[in-house]
């Protein structure tokens, strides 16, 4: 996506060919920074510290994370070493399990002298496909977008709600959940965006609106409790949201508080579509509620709030009682039959088994 006139992804190699340089998400929306990761410790750090997040850039930070970590030792000890390292930083997005066993399975039996040269080119296979499965999933998703602006009045935007932030930030390029808004808006097709700014950590008031801004797209940030009341109004044409990890039954675990918009969409006859890449399906999983990991983070994330004050000034300001006691699970889980239809990169399929192993017979066959 283009940021200040320059093309950027989310991560790329630097110009000695090895670092591997990141947005510093946590800096958005005020400063755009970037950061160099030298070390898999240090991705590692990112990506708990969620310098880097969203689930398919966990997943290539991660993949690259590997790579740094065989530069200083190629050996079978050092791999398993910085596996289990980096498939201990963040528990809900399986696109990082995902990413390591396909490092594990292209390093695993290569003469250590190749394995460096490999790991790095297998991270770059990575981002390089995810770019393209997001493209698909934005032309999939366009579909949609198309088919309700022609039932609308000419002219009108098509109103859309996003919870968190699953765009070209969460990925390496286009993202999710916005791939087919960038798609509707690049093509003509007047959209509005309803903007949750996801707490705790605003994902929603802070890189999706950073997002969509510089995009051009016309959007407005709503406070988390909003969108209920939009939708009984007739202001919510669709839902659209990203996922960390979809059950093969069609379970979506998201950011937390997506589940609410799904009952409430119900509720109201809102289509809510969920747009993920193949990685994100966990087709070892059945029942999302009972088997998917739930992040569980700081206290501080729900006391705290971070902004910038009048005088420019970027901080953590405290919003809670002094001494307040506060529970911050990170991630919900949708129920498959709140779900409309899931947005992969080959098309839409129904939020069920049937539906994920039809579009995916090779993937789901294997489990
Ligand atoms: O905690 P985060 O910011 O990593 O959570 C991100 C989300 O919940 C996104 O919606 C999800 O990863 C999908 S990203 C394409």
Redesign the pocket.
Known sequence: MKIHGRHYRTIWLDEDGWGVVVIDQTRLPFHFETVRLATAEEAAHAIRH?TV????L?GATAAYGVALALRVDASDAALEQALALLGAT?PT?VNLNWALARMRRRLTGLPQAERVAAAYAEAGAICDEDVALCHAIGEHGLGVIREIAARKPAGEPVNILT?????WL??VDW???LAPIYLAHDAGIPVHVWVDETRP?N?GAALTAYELGSHGVPHAVIVDNAGGHLMQHGQVDMVI????RTTASGDVA??IGTYLKALAAKDNGVPFYV??PSP?IDWTLQDGLREIPI?ERSQREVTHLFGQAEDGRTGFFQVAAPGSAACNP??DVTPARLVTGLITERGIAPASAEGLARLFPDLAQGQ
């Open positions: 969620m997040r969203g689930a398919p966990i963040r997005a919870h968190c932030n699953a765009g969460a990925t993202g999710t959940a950590r994902q949201v990203g996922t960390d998201n950011k747009a993920l994100t992040e990170a991630f």
